[in-house]
């Protein structure tokens, strides 16, 4: 079957802007991160959304980042006021359930700001 | 506030030479995994371990959790170049944590 999706695959803004990524995880996935990465640096944990539950925003760098996640399936991850620090690779993943169920990764949208 | 250190955060081997990279925490996870990272695409899950003390083989691969399940090593025996690109290493606990990364590069 398919595997995660996310789009656009680059985006370049100016400083300023705001930017919404999307995520399309795997059907029937219950779980969804999102994470943030450096040039060549590990995974920076943003957000995670589990079911219906309340999502563990404990990773939001700033007020400026949010992220919804509408019927359980797709996920937008907005950045209001966008910074040229924002600027990284913004990777989604899903997993079937929480915990030890492996991730899989959609390609990440590179962000550039200007 | 990173829970897992990697090391060696770069390595640059010729083809046919061994290597480990470590992955270490002072805290405990119920369990661990390695992803590999190829540039322009997400990491891809190579293997999980749960039980402390276990080693898992996955051809030149040889993973280890530590008995206390606070680390871990990936030993990789005569690396090829198909083998180049970011490590991680990953502890869940209440949440996923991801390791700072090891990036090699396996010269031909």
Same mark, same amino acid.
């Given at each position: 079957g398919a595997g995660v999706s996310q789009s656009p695959s680059n985006k370049v803004t100016e400083k300023g802007k705001d930017v919404e990524l999307r995520c399309d995880p795997i059907s029937g996935h219950t779980a969804l991160y999102w994470y943030r990465q450096s040039l060549g640096q590990g995974l920076e944990f943003l957000i995670y959304f589990q *079911?219906?539950?309340? &999502? !563990?925003?404990? *990773? %939001? &760098?700033? !007020?400026?980042f949010s992220a919804e996640r509408t019927g359980g399936s797709v996920s937008t991850l907005t950045i209001q006021r966008? #910074? #040229?620090? !924002?600027s990284a690779v913004y990777l989604c993943a899903s997993s %079937?359930? #929480? *915990?030890a169920s492996e991730q899989y990764f959609g390609p990440g949208t590179r962000l550039t700001v200007t | 506030t990173q829970l897992l250190e990697q090391s060696p955060q770069f390595l640059s081997i010729q083809e046919g030479e061994n290597l480990t990279v470590y992955c270490n925490s002072s805290s405990v996870f119920s369990s661990l995994q390695w992803y590999r990272q190829e540039p322009g695409e997400g990491p891809v899950l190579l293997v999980t371990v749960v039980t402390g003390g276990e080693v898992k083989k996955l051809k030149r691969l040889t993973f280890q959790f530590g008995d206390a399940r606070k680390d871990s090593s990936l030993h990789i025996t005569a690396?090829?170049?198909?083998?180049t690109g970011l490590y991680l290493c990953a502890g869940t606990g209440n949440q996923f944590y991801f390791g700072t990364g090891t990036s090699l590069t396996v010269i031909p």
């Open positions: *079911g219906n539950s309340a &999502p !563990d925003k404990s *990773g %939001l &760098p700033s !007020d400026r966008t #910074q #040229q620090e !924002d %079937l359930m #929480q *915990g | 690396a090829q170049t198909g083998y």
